[in-house]
């Protein structure tokens, strides 16, 4: 199943730049000198304990969160010095799934119409394109269509957390950022879901930033990762290099403490 | 010893497209001291049975069915009886900290504030029974903690808030629904293991819904697996993670992450996806999406006792194994 219009491929090219950035609260420090990057086609994992500042980076990135100090570039352009009428046709291209799907969705507007809004008001899609494509967008993410027409609280967290991807990627962005985006889907779901993102970084060269605190995660799907411990990047390489040998104490104890189970 | 009994628990939600059947036919025990692991398909039905136990459903929702808990049946409680038994003898740990915290109130009065509804302990008992509590959960200065207010508060904080506001009144039964899915690794290691050994040393029964079965198998002593709204294995933790009996069960711990090919063209998952509320498949309710199915599956269901303490959903579970197919 395929519910995007064309472009094939595409290039591999730099998609975000983040320099030195610093985002605080007050006077607390929430994310401290940041330096990475993403390139179309690629998965980074971003792990660390609850609290070290990954959906804040992920936030700010995408100029949700104002920063203190630093730049973010994407496709080579200094967000922060656009006109905010380039930045507004820049935005849809860089999409966000939130940790909390309750928080990012309207309570009074079913999830279909929520989604057939975004494909109109984005794509231009006429009435009859946006439904047909809300419908293929859902069923994508492994939805029943039939829940179109259901209010946010009518879903459980696993159907809402799914809805909530199903309008980040009806834009077809260039950069999704995913916080925690699996956290509340049973096993197989999660797989899905996980195959399809890969699916689209793989054929469409997407770039993914994938937040999570689910190390089997990232080393299951993520090229690179990078670990944040107390909003700093303490540690970044390809998967294989951080599992079999992390080099800073923080992340061999955070490798330690994965639940295990093996058949 | 039995400290719950579900007795063909029926949920129903209304909704603009009709009845939506959340939990069809659902029975089980619980034993006392015991920790009931409860995984399953997302939209099984889970939350509901959660929030059905608790009386917390919304009003749009019908329910049938009886669940029996120390002589009653709770859900032939009214208001008041519900408000006497809840917080007290029976508390519930949501996924979410913040929608259990009120934002505008200090965690202090707010993790007391169940003693002190149920008469269980003066203002100043409550207050000391709640710094214990957070210190012993790891947290570093609990005193500070009873001042602040949430938003104050890291995540790792807020959650341990809300399960010691849930465990203070020394309640027979806990249940926690996705209780540590906002936690890193580290945090919910900490918060699971004193949850466990809370629940050793109080004799407490604990109903632990959670979809990371690595996190299952460090915590639960009974697991039971749910589809489309039933039950559709149960048994002893490791027998079912062992020797799965349903072939639902097989896919989920097939399509763990850490069980998957990094370098496979496509991860397993179960193909097709749960039918939309309201229309339920004939026969075994998973036989759509089965990759064992029989013509037989498509028009019977049949529950299958294998012993008293190990059920399961699927009836080619008896000839040996539908896993040779
Ligand atoms: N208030 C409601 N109104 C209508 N339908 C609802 C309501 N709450 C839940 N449902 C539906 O009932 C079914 C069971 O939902 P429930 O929240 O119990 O699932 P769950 O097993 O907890 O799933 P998850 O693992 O995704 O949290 C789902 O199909 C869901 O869409
Ligand atoms: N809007 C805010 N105001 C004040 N502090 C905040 C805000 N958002 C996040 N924080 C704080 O910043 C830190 C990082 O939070 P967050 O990015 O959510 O962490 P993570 O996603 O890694 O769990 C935490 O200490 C959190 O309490
Ligand atoms: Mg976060
Ligand atoms: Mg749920």
Same mark, same amino acid.
């Given at each position: 199943?395929?519910?995007?219009?064309?472009?094939?491929?595409?290039?591999?090219?730099? %998609?975000?730049?983040?320099?030195?950035?610093?985002?605080?609260?007050?006077?607390?420090?929430?994310?401290?000198?940041?330096?990475?990057? %993403?390139?179309?086609?690629?998965?980074?994992?971003?792990?660390?304990?609850?609290?070290?500042?990954?959906?804040?980076?992920?936030?700010?990135?995408?100029?949700?969160?104002?920063?203190?100090?630093?730049?973010?570039?994407?496709?080579?352009?200094?967000?922060?010095?656009?006109?905010?009428?380039?930045?507004?046709?820049?935005?849809?291209?860089?999409?966000?799934?939130?940790?909390?799907?309750?928080?990012?969705?309207?309570?009074?507007?079913?999830?279909?119409?929520?989604?057939?809004?975004?494909?109109?008001?984005?794509?231009?899609?006429?009435?009859?394109?946006?439904?047909?494509?809300?419908?293929?967008?859902?069923?994508?993410?492994?939805?029943?269509?039939?829940?179109?027409?259901?209010?946010?609280?009518?879903?459980?967290?696993?159907?809402?957390?799914?809805?909530?991807?199903?309008?980040?990627?009806?834009?077809?962005?260039?950069?999704?950022?995913?916080?925690?985006?699996?956290?509340?889907?049973?096993?197989?779901?999660?797989?899905?879901?996980?195959?399809?993102?890969?699916?689209?970084? $793989?054929?469409?060269?997407?770039?993914? %930033?994938?937040?999570?605190?689910?190390?089997?995660?990232?080393?299951?799907?993520?090229?690179?990762?990078?670990?944040?411990?107390?909003?700093?990047?303490?540690?970044?390489?390809?998967?294989?290099?951080?599992?079999?040998?992390?080099?800073?104490?923080?992340?061999?104890?955070?490798?330690?403490?994965?639940?295990?189970? $093996? $058949? | 010893?039995?400290?719950?009994?579900?007795?063909?628990?029926?949920?129903?939600?209304?909704?603009?497209?009709?009845?939506?059947?959340?939990?069809?036919?659902?029975?089980?025990?619980?034993?006392?001291?015991?920790?009931?692991?409860?995984?399953?398909?997302?939209?099984?039905?889970?939350?509901?049975?959660?929030?059905?136990?608790?009386?917390?459903?919304?009003?749009?929702?019908? &329910?049938?069915?009886?669940?029996?808990?120390?002589?009653?049946?709770?859900?032939?409680?009214?208001?008041?009886?519900?408000?006497?038994?809840?917080?007290?003898?029976?508390?519930?740990?949501?996924?979410?900290?913040?929608?259990?915290?009120?934002?505008?109130?200090?965690?202090?009065?707010?993790?007391?504030?169940?003693?002190?509804?149920?008469?269980?302990?003066? @203002?100043?008992?409550?207050?000391?029974?709640?710094?214990? /509590? =957070?210190?012993?959960?790891?947290?570093?200065?609990?005193?500070?903690?009873?001042?602040?207010? @949430?938003?104050? /508060?890291?995540?790792?904080?807020?959650?341990?808030? &809300?399960?010691?506001?849930?465990?203070?009144?020394?309640?027979?039964?806990?249940?926690?629904?996705? *209780?540590?899915?906002?936690?890193?690794?580290?945090?919910?290691?900490?918060? =699971?293991?004193?949850?466990?050994?809370?629940?050793?040393?109080?004799?407490?029964?604990?109903?632990?819904?959670?979809?990371?079965?690595?996190? =299952?198998?460090?915590?639960?002593?009974?697991?039971?697996?749910?589809?489309?709204?039933?039950?559709?294995?149960?048994?002893?933790?490791?027998?079912?993670?062992?020797? @799965?009996?349903?072939?639902?069960?097989?896919?989920?711990?097939?399509?763990?992450?850490?069980?998957?090919?990094?370098?496979?063209?496509?991860?397993?998952?179960?193909?097709?996806?749960?039918?939309?509320?309201?229309?339920? @498949?004939?026969? /075994?309710?998973?036989? *759509?999406?089965? *990759?064992?199915?029989?013509?037989?599956?498509?028009?019977?269901?049949?529950?299958?006792?294998?012993?008293?303490?190990?059920?399961?959903?699927?009836?080619?579970?008896?000839?040996?194994?539908?896993?040779?197919?």
């Amino acid at each position: 199943m395929d519910c995007m219009y064309a472009r094939k491929g595409g290039k591999l090219e730099k %998609l975000l730049s983040v320099e030195n950035l610093t985002v605080k609260f007050g006077k607390f420090q929430a994310v401290q000198e940041v330096n990475f990057e %993403l390139h179309s086609g690629e998965i980074v994992g971003l792990v660390g304990e609850s609290g070290s500042g990954k959906s804040t980076l992920g936030r700010a990135v995408l100029g949700l969160t104002p920063f203190q100090s630093g730049s973010v570039k994407f496709l080579g352009q200094s967000l922060g010095k656009l006109s905010r009428k380039v930045f507004l046709k820049l935005r849809p291209a860089m999409q966000m799934v939130f940790q909390n799907p309750m928080g990012s969705l309207d309570p009074h507007q079913s999830v279909g119409s929520a989604i057939m809004e975004v494909l109109r008001v984005v794509k231009h899609a006429t009435d009859e394109e946006a439904f047909s494509r809300m419908k293929c967008g859902l069923e994508e993410v492994g939805l029943d269509s039939g829940l179109a027409h259901r209010y946010p609280h009518e879903l459980s967290g696993g159907q809402r957390q799914r809805v909530a991807i199903a309008r980040a990627l009806a834009v077809e962005p260039r950069l999704l950022i995913a916080d925690e985006p699996t956290s509340a889907l049973d096993g197989s779901a999660q797989a899905h879901i996980l195959d399809l993102l890969r699916g689209l970084v $793989r054929n469409r060269r997407i770039g993914l %930033l994938l937040i999570t605190h689910d190390l089997s995660v990232v080393k299951l799907v993520a090229d690179r990762a990078g670990v944040m411990h107390r909003g700093r990047i303490i540690e970044t390489g390809s998967v294989e290099k951080i599992w079999s040998a992390p080099s800073h104490a923080y992340t061999q104890r955070l490798l330690a403490a994965v639940p295990q189970w $093996r $058949r | 010893m039995k400290r719950l009994e579900v007795r063909g628990l029926q949920i129903g939600f209304q909704t603009d497209q009709g009845w939506i059947p959340a939990v069809r036919d659902l029975s089980f025990d619980l034993g006392v001291g015991e920790i009931l692991g409860i995984a399953g398909e997302s939209g099984s039905g889970k939350s509901a049975l959660a929030l059905a136990l608790m009386g917390l459903l919304p009003s749009n929702t019908q &329910v049938r069915g009886k669940v029996l808990f120390q002589g009653g049946d709770l859900l032939q409680n009214n208001a008041e009886s519900w408000r006497k038994i809840r917080g007290s003898k029976m508390a519930m740990i949501f996924q979410d900290p913040m929608s259990s915290l009120h934002p505008y109130l200090r965690i202090g009065d707010q993790i007391i504030e169940p003693l002190l509804i149920h008469g269980l302990a003066n @203002p100043k008992q409550a207050r000391e029974q709640a710094l214990a /509590c =957070l210190a012993e959960m790891g947290i570093s200065d609990p005193k500070t903690m009873l001042q602040q207010y @949430p938003h104050e /508060c890291s995540g790792g904080m807020r959650q341990r808030a &809300v399960i010691a506001m849930a465990v203070l009144a020394k309640p027979d039964l806990l249940i926690a629904d996705e *209780p540590t899915t906002a936690l890193d690794v580290t945090t919910q290691r900490e918060v =699971l293991i004193w949850m466990q050994k809370w629940i050793r040393a109080s004799g407490a029964s604990l109903v632990f819904i959670s979809h990371d079965v690595g996190v =299952l198998s460090e915590m639960a002593d009974q697991l039971m697996v749910m589809y489309l709204g039933q039950g559709v294995e149960r048994g002893s933790l490791v027998e079912v993670l062992k020797r @799965p009996h349903h072939p639902y069960t097989d896919g989920l711990l097939r399509s763990l992450p850490a069980m998957q090919d990094r370098n496979a063209k496509h991860f397993y998952s179960l193909a097709g996806h749960v039918p939309p509320g309201g229309s339920i @498949p004939s026969g /075994c309710s998973f036989h *759509p999406r089965c *990759p064992a199915v029989q013509d037989l599956c498509r028009t019977t269901e049949q529950m299958l006792e294998i012993n008293q303490e190990r059920w399961t959903a699927c009836m080619r579970a008896k000839e040996g194994s539908w896993k040779s197919s």
